[in-house]
């Protein structure tokens, strides 16, 4: 089975950088068909898919977040990461990655079976 754990700090400044990885066990980040994915879901709103790294390593975009943010990997360590650059009080939310058979871009982000996900972290902004 596929697993997936987010881990990074949960309080990042105004302004600075917030660095999110994901570890994923159970299955490779380059195995061909899915897209490994990050979303967030902030207080009284759905999921926003923020964008993904595809199995090749070809970066996937939500538009409005393409000039902050940024995707990468290591496989030798099956582990993606997220870089979201100069947040601001509209970034703090729940953070999940996720296995995706799919590019949500602006669409509604569901939960299929065919998904997996991690249980999600809290990051919060605060000076």
């Known amino acids: 089975q596929v697993q997936l754990q987010e881990s990074g700090p949960g309080l990042v400044r105004p302004s600075q950088t917030l660095s999110l990885t994901c570890t994923v066990s159970g299955g490779s980040i380059t195995t061909c068909g899915y897209y490994w994915s990050w979303i967030r879901q902030s207080p009284g709103k759905g999921l926003e898919w923020m964008g993904a790294?595809?199995?090749?390593?070809?970066?996937y975009y939500r538009p409005s977040l393409k000039s902050r943010a940024s995707f990468s990997r290591d496989t030798s360590k099956n582990q993606f990461t997220l870089q979201l650059r100069f947040v601001t009080p509209d970034d703090p939310a729940v953070y999940y990655c996720a296995r995706l058979s799919r590019l949500p871009y602006t669409n509604v982000v569901a939960r299929l079976p065919d998904d997996y996900w991690g249980q999600g972290t809290q990051v919060t902004v605060s000076s």
């Open positions: 790294k595809g199995s090749s390593g070809s970066p």
